[in-house]
C-alpha cells in the first residue's frame, strides 16, 4: 500500500507527496495541462491554510488570494500512475504580487516539472485589488525575503501575435465553476490543451505560460485564437468573451 504524506520544513517550504491517478491523464497517458494548474494550486492553498491562512479565515478579513500568472518548465511531464513529490514555497512578494515557486520530482529525485507564479490580494466586497503590504500589515505571517534563480520562463505580460485565428469555442457550463461562482483555474488549462491544433496533440511541450485576465462566467461564450509560430517553436492562445480577454496562453515545444 502507497503512503503519501504532506508537510512544512524547518524554512516553511511545503511538500506534498501524491499520485498522478488515470483521470487526471490525457489520451497519451501523461498529466493534462488542466490537473497540472489544479495540482499547483491546490498545493498553495493548502500552504497557507496549514498556516492558518484558509481561504474561510481569509474571507473573514475580507480578502482572497487568486492565482494571476503561471510559467511552467516541464522536463519530462508526469506519467500515469507514477508517483510524484510536489514541492512549493513563497518568494519575496512584489508590491502588487504575491510570488510562488514550485518543483515536482519524481520520486527518485528526477526533475519533472518547475515553475513560478503569482498571485494577486483581492478585496472581496469592492472587487479590488490591494497591495501586498496590506497583507503584511495583518500579520498573519512573516513575509519572506527568499529571491531564487529559475530554470522556467519568468511569469509576465503576454505578448500577442497581430494575426489570430480561430482555433476553438465553448461555453462555460456549470462543471466549469468553483465556489467562487466562477470558472476554476485549472480549466483555463483544459481550454488550452482542446485549442491544440490536432497535429501538435502529441508534441512534448517544454514550456507553459498562462495569465489570467477576467474570470469566464456561466452562460458565457469563450472564443480561443491562436497562432502557430514555427521559427520560434511556439503556440499562442489568447481566450476572448464578450467582456474582453478572458486569458492568454503560450506553448512552446
Known amino acids: 500500500m502507497n503512503n503519501y504524506s504532506q508537510y512544512h520544513d524547518e524554512s516553511t517550504a511545503f511538500h506534498n507527496e501524491t499520485m498522478v491517478y488515470f483521470s487526471q491523464c490525457t489520451p497519451n497517458k501523461v498529466l493534462s495541462l488542466g490537473e497540472l494548474l489544479r495540482l499547483t494550486s491546490d498545493v498553495a492553498v493548502e500552504d497557507f491554510a496549514e498556516r492558518d ?75 479590488r485589488i490591494l497591495p501586498i503590504k496590506k497583507f503584511d500589515e495583518m500579520k498573519m505571517r512573516e513575509p519572506t525575503t527568499l529571491t531564487n534563480e529559475h530554470d522556467c520562463l519568468p511569469y509576465g505580460k503576454i505578448k500577442l501575435p497581430d494575426e489570430l485565428s480561430l482555433f476553438d469555442e465553448r461555453v462555460i457550463k456549470y462543471s466549469d465553476l468553483d465556489s467562487n461562482g466562477h470558472t476554476t483555474n485549472s480549466r483555463y488549462g483544459a481550454f488550452v490543451a482542446d485549442a491544440i491544433p490536432p497535429d501538435f496533440r502529441n508534441t512534448p511541450f517544454k514550456d507553459f505560460r498562462l ?28 481566450g476572448r468573451t464578450a467582456q474582453g480577454i478572458s486569458f492568454e496562453s503560450e506553448l512552446y515545444w
Not at 462566467?217 to 497562432?227: A, D, T, V
Open 53 to 127: 491562512m484558509s481561504r474561510e479565515q481569509l474571507a473573514q478579513r475580507g480578502i482572497a488570494i487568486l492565482v494571476s500568472r503561471v510559467s511552467f518548465r516541464i522536463h519530462r511531464i508526469p506519467r500515469e500512475n507514477e508517483k510524484i513529490i510536489i514541492h512549493t514555497h513563497e518568494e519575496k512578494s512584489e508590491p502588487l504580487q504575491f510570488v510562488r515557486a514550485y518543483d515536482i520530482n519524481a520520486a527518485d529525485g528526477e526533475k519533472l516539472v518547475s515553475g513560478i507564479s503569482s498571485w494577486l490580494l483581492v478585496d472581496v466586497a469592492a472587487h
Open 211 to 238: 495569465n489570467y485576465a477576467k474570470e469566464a462566467m456561466l452562460g458565457e461564450r469563450l472564443s480561443i485564437f491562436g497562432k502557430i509560430d514555427e521559427e520560434e517553436k511556439k503556440i499562442s492562445f489568447v
